[in-house]
């Protein structure tokens, strides 16, 4: 799909056109079942793409749009049948949908020189944790009250503005992220980017026998030893060397530097060829992934499970994640300058509407601002009105308490 390709059908039609169903033909998987493997990974996917609350609402949705059913491939359907398949389908069908997305979506990139021409593409590592109905999800459990699930994340970042999963790992909320990165940190052309629950000596020497280059924040505990000494560029950077840990003897580089709030990160790099300021940049970059999982759970409604069985959950990560890439996708092909998060705003608002009305949307010309003003004019404080209807009672701030009591002691 590409702007002059969006025809007059509905756009949520056009979206689910772009999954690679070609191999999900499952004759023994399907056979005797009138949802078919295809048509059920079509229709979650297009519950995530609509946030689609409940079971009802799938059932409601499918009635009120014939065409999307007849997109389905789906005659008549049950709630039921859709809670009773999506706990039934191998894990190993969603997994392969997501990759043949991803691979998708590494051809439009491929273009893409990441963060920078000199900084390259960066694999962000990291995982989110997903709360379960504690008397549902027994085989959930942690602590008392506390029952969870994990999403253990490879999040590439093609440039400043396109980032995207390209691996996942489900794990249950007893799997620690050190478990993980043997998964995760693979020989890539790329830098990983990690959190200090990700090094060991064990991991690190892997690391650098495989050659992988990295950028991570390690603990105090890890004892390193100064080989050589180089000048800070910046104030925030309070020291860069190249150093060897524990009984390496491959050197590594070291850079320290604080925040704006005086903490202190100890960042371990591969990355001799860089400046300093560069290697704090690319661990800055290590925060995309956090609004990447706000997003996950807020637009794509990840927080309201469909399952509470294990491979249905750990279906509906990589259906989520999916309807993510479809997004993506899109975006890429009409060569939108939109936020991802506006994007997918913008097509959620379209879905049920001819694909070529949300192109219009997207031309739409908006007024430019101004800019923010050299000289910010303080605007006037105005005290809102409240009516006559609510008891209003007003709460006194405890600066202007103190401020009394000193006035009536004189």
Not at 86 to 98: Q, R, V, Y
Not at 214 to 236: A, C, D, G, M, W
Not at 241 to 270: M, Q, W
Request: proline share 4%.
């Amino acid at each position: 799909m590409n702007s002059k390709s969006i025809g007059r059908e509905k756009l949520i039609c056009q979206c689910l056109r772009i999954l690679p169903t070609e191999d999900f033909e499952c004759p023994l998987i399907d056979y005797g079942k009138k949802l078919t493997t295809k048509s059920l990974l079509k229709t979650f996917v297009a519950a995530q793409l609509d946030q689609w609350s409940s079971y009802s609402e799938m059932e409601e949705k499918l009635r009120a749009h014939p065409d999307l059913k007849k997109e389905l491939d789906i005659k008549e359907i049950s709630g039921s049948q859709l809670s009773r398949r999506i706990n039934d389908l191998p894990t190993e069908m969603s997994k392969k949908m997501f990759e043949k997305v991803v691979n998708k979506i590494r051809i439009l990139t491929q273009g893409y020189s990441g963060v920078s021409k000199e900084i390259g593409r960066l694999s962000i590592v990291d995982s989110t944790e997903i709360r379960l109905p504690e008397n549902l999800c027994d085989w959930a459990f942690i602590s008392k009250g506390h029952n969870a699930v994990k999403m253990h994340t490879r999040l590439v970042v093609v440039s400043k503005d396109v980032a995207f999963p390209d691996k996942i790992v489900p794990s249950t909320g007893t799997v620690s992220d050190f478990e993980s990165s043997d998964f995760l940190v693979e020989e890539n052309d790329c830098t990983y980017v990690m959190d200090r629950e990700y090094p060991s000596k064990r991991n690190l020497t892997s690391w650098l026998e495989k050659d992988i280059s990295f950028v991570t924040r390690i603990t105090k505990n890890l004892v390193l030893y100064s080989l050589e000494e180089y000048k800070p560029t910046h104030p925030s950077i309070k020291r860069d060397a190249k150093v060897n840990f524990g009984v390496s003897y491959v050197p590594v580089r070291y850079v320290e530097f604080v925040d704006e709030k005086d903490r202190i990160y100890r960042i371990l790099t591969t990355r001799f060829d860089l400046t300093d300021q560069q290697i704090l940049e690319i661990y800055k970059n290590r925060w995309l992934i956090e609004p990447f999982f706000k997003w996950i759970k807020g637009h794509l409604k990840f927080t309201k499970i469909w399952s509470t069985k294990p491979q249905g959950i750990w279906n509906q990560m990589f259906l989520a994640l999916i309807a993510f890439g479809v997004s993506l996708i899109i975006k890429l092909q009409t060569e939108s300058q939109k936020t991802p998060w506006v994007f997918f705003r913008i097509l959620r608002t379209y879905l049920y509407l001819p694909g070529k009305e949300m192109l219009k949307e997207l031309n739409r010309k908006t007024k430019k601002s101004k800019g923010r003003q050299k000289v910010p004019i303080p605007i006037e404080k105005k005290k809102p009105s409240f009516g006559t209807v609510a008891l209003v009672k007003e709460k006194v701030k405890k600066e202007k308490r103190k401020s009394e009591r000193k006035l009536g002691n004189y």
